[in-house]
């Protein structure tokens, strides 16, 4: 397992809408280096303290996991999002962070669309702490990202797992592969 980079090495920057901040741990230009064979990918933590409108982000597909519940409306409907649990939706979707029982903050996995390129590239996906899964795919690169955090001490590491790994559900966390 190598780190990869670290929540407390990198800086916040404000959401595209300015309605929050975020902070980015791998940007899409990132990503092509390191998976060059999966679709272009952003994986960033937001800082929730307030009910907010997301930024809107056409051609892409957002996967969201809170550090604590919240409630989403995606399009006018309500989703009550448990704590750790991935609620996926695209990212042209009107998003409004409606309930906020307590400050904390959230994973953000946003995944270029699907487009005609030749071959397929394969997509990059976020999978729970409470889901059964693989560890990674046969055909690519897997991450481990930590949510060891608190709302006053974030401790978020990105790591990328290799063939000798263990099972990245013993590890903690959530698995992008």
Known sequence: MRLLTSFDDRDPVPWANGAGETTELVSLADSENLTPLARPWRLSIARLDRTAEFSVLPG???TFLPTAEVVLSVDGRTHRIPRLT???FR???AVVLT???EPCFAVNLI???SDSVDPPR???AMIGPDEEHAVRADDGAAFLLTLASSPDRPRFQLFE???SDGPADRLGGVLLR
Do not use: H, N, S
Request: aromatic fraction near 0%; charged fraction near 40%; charge should be neutral.
């Open 60 to 62: 892409m597909e957002r």
């Open 86 to 88: 991935p609620l996926r």
């Open 91 to 93: 990212g042209d979707r």
């Open 99 to 101: 309930e906020l029982g």
């Open 111 to 113: 995944v270029a669309q």
């Open 122 to 124: 394969r997509e990059l």
């Open 161 to 163: 797992l290799t063939g």
